[in-house]
């Protein structure tokens, strides 16, 4: 969208407008497609993996460790090679090696009772204020990524998502499992997801920071909550 002094202002695909600084970023060749969006593409399913130098955990220090939902391109040449690695290339070239544990193919959109098994995984998992990966997300942040396992992208802060033309507003009193629950004060600045039988799943700072589970009746929630959505 802009570039001033090494600094590059960019806008995401759930539409989400921020700066990167240009030595980061890559720029593609014409006709060149983005990383890891076609032929053997592998997504990291486990929250976090490590991608090593060599097919060895012991040798050395991981390369990198990656958080879940990263996805990976397998080196045409050596991926299809037996037993628990694969060997992949990150998007400066490097080679590195995965263990196949830690990936799956690109997954299919999740049922609202996959979402939720998906969002249990997560309890425990540190708050980071704007984070929307497995190193940390905030609340909204995580309630987005588990509707994108749904196969849905939706906006990315709290308000946003409860004004979003993809929901329509739902009573307390009518909640299912998967619905959208929005909190405040003078305006809306937490969500989390409803899972059933007067619970709810999110990642929050209130008690102890990261992803767990509260009960809709007790406070501080059940005075904050705003409005209930349920997405279309």
Not at 98 to 119: C, F, H, K, N, Y
Not at 125 to 136: E, I, M, P, Q
Not at 214 to 227: A, G, H, I, M, Q
């Amino acid at each position: 969208m802009e570039e001033t002094s090494g600094w590059v202002k960019v806008r995401t695909p759930d539409d989400y407008p921020g700066w990167m600084r240009l030595t980061v970023l890559r720029r593609l060749r014409p006709g060149e497609l983005p990383y890891a969006s076609a032929g053997n593409v592998v997504q990291v399913s486990s929250l976090m993996a490590n991608v090593y130098h060599e097919p060895n955990v012991t040798k050395h220090a991981p390369l990198l460790t990656l958080p879940y939902e990263v996805r990976l391109e397998v080196n045409a040449e050596r991926g299809s090679a037996s037993g628990r690695w694969l060997e992949v290339r990150l998007p400066d070239g490097r080679l590195g090696w995965i263990q196949r544990g830690d990936v799956e193919p690109p997954p299919q959109p999740l049922t609202i009772p996959q979402s939720i098994t998906l969002a249990r995984r997560f309890l425990g998992v540190t708050y980071l204020w704007g984070g929307r990966s497995a190193f940390g997300y905030d609340c909204s942040g995580f309630t987005q990524m588990l509707v994108r396992a749904r196969g849905i992208e939706m906006p990315r802060d709290a308000a946003l998502e409860a004004a979003w033309q993809g929901v329509v507003p739902v009573e307390r009193k009518h909640l299912r499992p998967g619905d959208l629950l929005f909190f405040g004060e003078s305006r809306i600045t937490h969500t989390g997801m409803y899972i059933g039988r007067g619970e709810f799943i999110h990642d929050t700072t209130h008690g102890h920071p990261g992803v767990q589970i509260s009960r809709l009746s007790d406070e501080p929630w059940t005075k904050l909550l705003v409005t209930c959505r349920r997405v279309r």
